[in-house]
């Protein structure tokens, strides 16, 4: 009997080894880039300002 549960925690350890490399290979494949955003962008380099508030400024 014992043969039975080390043949059934082996197909468990293949099964889970082959669903992680499913998932890792479709999260590899369909993932959006990372949008890497900069804080000088936007931000106003002389006052430190936002461009939100530079532009609430101007009107």
Not at 23 to 35: I, S
Not at 37 to 49: A, T
């Amino acid at each position: 009997m014992t043969y039975l549960f080390g043949q059934v925690w082996l197909w468990m350890l293949l099964a889970f080894l082959a669903g992680a490399l499913v998932v890792w290979l479709l999260d590899k494949l369909f993932r959006k880039p990372k949008v890497e955003v900069f804080e000088d962008r936007f931000m106003d380099s002389d006052r430190g300002k936002s461009q939100a508030a530079n532009r609430r400024a101007k009107i």
